[in-house]
């Protein structure tokens, strides 16, 4: 072989192995196997080298192994496929999301013979063009809650004066002053109502954001929960000796938590009732009761997380149920303004409550993540920075 043939593949063989894109040949059919993959694959999923990537299954990467079949059979058909956007899984099995560019390759019969391809891990372009997309919701909100929020709230205040002053006049012991404090109630709630809305404009919130140990913080936050009403689910909470102190508004943190408790027996109540209306089956998925776990630790985020936070350290807050879990297809929807899994005549709420949550934490320079399975419960987590 000449010997400039062999300087080119040295150069075309060591750009190949430097890029930080993957790319890769691969056999046809429902499995495949790797023939060849750079460096940069191990990584991307998560393996330690490429030697463990070639030894598995190609279709071992995928979150359904019935879309290999499909995928190659597309590429075979069409000898090619341009940036498809297509969720694959790492070894851990957590969610990869990439962008494939695949050519086929056809044998002198014409059938494929393998299938070259370049892979760009476009995770956390995924998660940025999400947290886009829900931040200018929110922020649509936002203006409607701040627009309204000043002149309805002066409305209120003469509606409460005023019926307040009739209230007084009349005493506690006319028949009809309990109707007037039923006003002075749903006045409250509807203050209660703007003050949500006014957290989704881009205003600073109201409050003292206090430094605050994050063991006193969660054990208040849970105390103040109520669970009036609610039976057999238990509430368990443990926190790394070395959690650090977060600098927060602990009314505002309260809801956070109150909001995700509420969920979480909602979740619970839903797989409970599910499960009765089954009763033939004694409960046969093995559900033995509800539980929350609550979970705090440290973390450090890195510079290119996911997330795109700042990186540093963070205080991870994890609030877990056993309860129905959430359709793949709805969560990246959970943080939404008036989104609700539920039909509108069994939804308790509003549809603000986890989307409240993502704000506040936004606000306090954190991020809140969902992960789930329908049938398998929820995980919310909640990373705020840690302070000193």
């Not at 919130?205 to 913080?217: A, C, H, N, V, Y």
């Not at 409960?283 to 936070?309: A, H, K, L, P």
């Not at 409550?353 to 399975?373: I, N, P, R, T, W």
Request: aromatic fraction near 8%; glycine fraction near 10%; include cysteine.
């Amino acid at each position: 072989m000449p010997e400039e043939t062999i300087v080119t593949q040295n150069i075309l063989l060591e750009l190949l192995e430097n890029i930080n894109v993957g790319v890769y040949r691969s056999t046809g059919g429902p499995e495949g196997r790797f023939i060849y993959a750079n460096r940069a694959m191990a990584p991307m999923f998560g393996y330690d080298n490429i030697d463990d990537l070639l030894s598995i299954k190609v279709s071992d990467l995928y979150v359904r192994r019935e879309d290999r079949q499909r995928f190659v059979d597309f590429v075979s058909q069409k000898g090619a496929i341009m940036h498809a956007e297509m969720e694959l899984k790492k070894r851990d099995g957590t969610s990869v999301w990439t962008s494939l560019c695949v050519v086929a390759q056809y044998d002198s019969n014409g059938d494929l013979k393998w299938m070259d391809g370049v892979i760009e891990d476009i995770t956390r372009r995924k998660y940025m063009e999400e947290e886009l997309a829900k931040s200018r919701t929110l922020e649509s909100l936002g203006i409607l809650g701040g627009g309204i929020a000043h002149d309805f709230n002066n409305y209120l205040g003469s509606i409460v004066a005023c019926v307040s002053l009739v209230a007084g006049e009349l005493g506690k012991d006319n028949p009809q002053t309990s109707v007037l404090e039923w006003v002075l109630e749903l006045c409250e709630k509807s203050a209660a109502m703007v003050r949500k809305l006014v957290v989704f404009s881009n205003s600073e919130l109201p409050g003292i954001r206090e430094k605050k140990s994050t063991d006193t913080l969660v054990r208040r936050a849970v105390e103040r929960c109520s669970l009036n009403g609610v039976s057999g689910i238990k509430i368990s909470i443990d926190i790394a000796d070395d959690t650090g102190h977060v600098e927060i508004d602990e009314e505002q943190f309260n809801e956070v938590i109150r909001n995700m408790v509420i969920n979480a027996i909602e979740a619970i109540e839903e797989r409970r009732k599910k499960l009765s209306d089954a009763s033939k089956n004694e409960g046969g998925d093995g559900f033995d009761g509800g539980c929350i776990r609550i979970r705090v630790e440290n973390t450090i985020m890195s510079e290119d997380n996911v997330f795109s936070i700042s990186a540093g350290r963070y205080v991870n807050f994890c609030i877990e149920d056993n309860g129905i879990g959430i359709p793949k297809a709805f969560l990246q929807k959970v943080f939404y303004p008036y989104f609700t899994t539920k039909p509108a005549k069994n939804a308790k709420g509003k549809g603000l409550g986890l989307a409240l949550c993502y704000a506040v934490v936004k606000k306090h320079g954190g991020v809140a993540a969902v992960e789930s399975e329908e049938g398998k419960g929820a995980k919310f987590i909640i990373y705020l920075p840690a302070v000193e």
